[in-house]
């Protein structure tokens, strides 16, 4: 039986007799062929299909982009319909059982399916309600498409501000309810291929779900720009997924929010957790996680458990214990921007660690090293916590991760984390005058000289080392504050240039680290309250004002930081005079730096790490060395590291000359 099509169809319409008749030939089965509505349907292209319902078909002529540059016809083939709306040219070939109540947009690919379909309504992960930090609702947060890092952090970490809490909670909830429907959406360009089972789901354009076992009542974000993947055996339940994604190898989420430019695989599991900007996780266990930006974990036998991370890498093995068993899992623990793990390290909760610190062995007091951001925290003696101030500051790792952070932005587009890159900021340094702070009063304190230690906040500090680590502190401050300092001045024309330039505006005295935005914490507070008191009442309002955050942090942190300037070396008038101070001082301490890290770089090149070298002829252990590793001399890193200070030194004694 021949079908001629003709694309001339202006509207909707039902199927004729002989186009019937010609379906029946090609296989297809209704029992209902006055619900369906075709407009501009070649129907040579649909073949073996089982209609039920309502259908609506229109403009299925065309091709499909298949895969690379590789295109087919679009077509309908052994498939089972039910009440399903096809706009445009499509590609549907062997579904298992059935695709029911989904609308399926131009140029999806929909290849080996098992069953697509909407089980009553849904608002498709909008308004799941998860528990991150804290197992429970002790910190919870309502997850939906439009949801930051920011939000999340100050609704979880604010639970004291009940109305802000509430309104906010009302606007998802409202934002949720928007979003509820018994009709699913597959928007243009996504591809589902060997798919076991999508339900209830919101798949955007361009999306991969390639050999997928379950997707449940969840959204998945995506762009052209910036696609997300859903791989092999992975199940989604309860989650929204950010655009460019990528979720791989078995891995299984449960009431999850992922952020953008997130990357899980190799069996890694995750629940009631939230994971922001460029987050990684590999064969480990997340359970009740704020994984704020850049938060990895790679190894396996490693679970992160009721915490707050940020700029955090795990090792291998890396526990904590939230569950003293009498009133229930309660506690939980923070640890700030920047931390890492040793391998097998252990933390009881609750606990906070500082600031880019790193944590070695088992601690089993409860520990609080938040006044001490770059220090080692290390297992010392029987069941003892030592505390060692300051050591990472000049660690070759250290200068390497920011840099790392930047080049390693999976975004692309319009970015929801609204991320402060620099380790060294108002948050980090306001610290570290605290910490030198308080190391001098505990040396003034010591009343005589026989105990080697001192207790502070269950952790023990080395009594003969405060001024080394008070040291170290005092050097990294006076580098960040003459390097900011040049920054504001160096492209200055003379001196009334520059102390025009070093006026400072209004002075906040107090930072927080707001998912990764570092912001004055006076500012938070002020969103707080407008959203207390109905100046703030939708999520663009929200958005809006943590974008302004974000776009005053360096006006705040110059004010903040010429006003430290001025206080920590009692000036009370800029002058040039005190500028060619500051400035020559300033060299002195860039150097000094550059010493200690070429220090702790030229470790990695001792003989004791060449151990692996010249296996079979050990005389040449140091030429095997040599060819694998270079010298400390070319080391790419450290030579960035030495120009850049020599670019500085021409900028100061540029502005010097000037003045």
């Known amino acids: ?149 920011h939000i999340a952090y100050i609704v979880a970490m604010y639970r004291h501000n009940f109305a802000m809490r509430e309104k906010i909670n009302k606007i998802i909830d409202d934002y949720s309810s928007s979003k509820i429907s018994k009709f699913g959406l597959i928007k243009k360009h996504a591809k589902i291929i060997n798919a076991r089972l999508i339900k209830n789901a919101h798949i955007d354009p361009y999306t991969t779900i390639e050999n997928t076992d379950e997707i449940n009542n969840t959204t998945i974000i995506s762009a052209k720009e910036s696609p997300s993947y859903i791989g092999t055996s992975v199940i989604l339940k309860d989650c929204i997924v950010l655009k460019g994604a990528h979720i791989v190898d078995g891995t299984v989420i449960k009431k999850a929010f992922i952020g953008e430019g997130v990357k899980l695989g190799r069996q890694f599991s995750c629940e009631d957790s939230l994971l922001f900007a460029n987050c990684e996780g590999e064969h480990g266990e997340m359970f009740s996680i704020f994984a704020g930006p850049y938060t990895v974990t790679h190894h396996k036998a490693t679970l992160l458990i009721a915490s707050h991370f940020s700029f955090f ?21 923070f640890m700030e921007r920047g931390c890492k793990t040793g391998s097998n390290s252990y933390i009881l909760w609750p606990s906070r660690i ?19 951001p770059f220090s ?81 906040k269950n952790m023990i500090i080395k009594i003969s080392s405060l001024d080394k680590y008070s040291q170290r502190y005092s050097i990294a401050i006076d580098l960040y504050l003459c390097g900011k300092l040049l920054d504001f001045i160096k492209d200055c024309k003379n001196i009334n240039d520059i102390i025009k330039n070093l006026n400072s505006e209004k002075i906040y005295s107090d930072w927080v680290d707001a998912g990764g935005l570092i912001c004055a914490k006076e500012r938070v507070d002020n969103i707080i309250k407008d959203i207390e008191n109905n100046k703030i009442k939708d999520i663009e309002n929200i958005l809006k004002a943590f974008e302004n955050l974000y776009n005053n942090y360096y006006a705040d942190e110059k004010s903040w ?34 010493d200690i890290l070429y220090r702790d770089a030229e470790k990695e090149y001792d003989i004791s790490k060449m151990v692996s070298c010249g296996i079979d002829d050990k005389n040449f252990m140091e030429e095997d060395f040599k060819a694998i590793r270079g010298t400390v001399e070319d080391n790419a890193f450290v030579v960035k590291y030495k120009n850049d200070m020599d670019e500085k030194i021409k900028d100061i004694n540029k502005i010097i000359d000037l003045l």
Not at 314 to 330: C, E, F, I
Not at 563 to 568: G, T, Y
């Open 561 to 594: 930081v010429i006003d430290i300037i001025k206080k920590r070396y009692s000036i009370k008038n800029v002058d040039k005079e005190i500028i060619i101070k500051i400035l020559k001082e300033y060299i002195s301490l860039l150097k000094t730096s550059y």
């Open 313 to 333: 890498n795990a090792g291998s093995g890396t526990n904590q214990s939230n569950h003293m068993y009498k009133l229930g899992p309660y506690h939980h623990g």
């Open 354 to 372: 500082g600031a880019f610190s790193t944590v070695i062995g088992a601690h089993y007091d409860n520990v609080d090293s938040s006044d001490f």
């Open 1 to 149: 039986m021949a079908y001629k099509f003709s694309k001339e169809d202006k509207e909707f319409r039902k199927l004729k007799k002989n186009e019937i008749q010609f379906l029946k030939s090609q296989g297809c089965i209704s029992q209902s062929w006055d619900k369906i509505l075709i407009k501009n349907v070649d129907l040579n292209r649909i073949k073996d299909v089982s209609f039920h319902g309502k259908i609506k078909i229109k403009e299925l002529n065309g091709n499909v982009s298949y895969h690379n540059k590789v295109k087919v016809e679009a077509s309908i083939t052994r498939a089972t319909l039910i009440d399903v709306v096809v706009n445009g040219n499509v590609y549907i070939n062997n579904v298992g059982r059935l695709i029911a109540n989904y609308e399926i947009e131009d140029g999806v690919i929909i290849e080996n399916a098992g069953a697509i379909y909407m089980e009553g309504e849904s608002s498709f992960g909008n308004g799941v309600e998860t528990s991150p930090i804290m197992e429970g609702n002790g910190r919870s947060v309502k997850i939906f498409n439009r949801l930051n890092s």
């Open 376 to 456: 080692y925290i290390t297992e010392h003696g029987y069941h003892q916590t030592r505390l060692i101030p300051a050591l990472n500051l000049f660690g070759v790792g250290l200068t390497r991760d920011e840099n790392k952070w930047i080049e390693r932005d999976r975004r692309t587009g319009d970015k929801k984390d609204l991320i402060i890159f620099e380790v060294f900021s108002p948050y980090t340094v306001s610290k570290m005058i605290n910490a030198e702070r308080i190391l001098k009063e505990i040396k003034n304190d010591i009343k005589d000289g026989k105990d080697d230690f001192v207790v502070y």
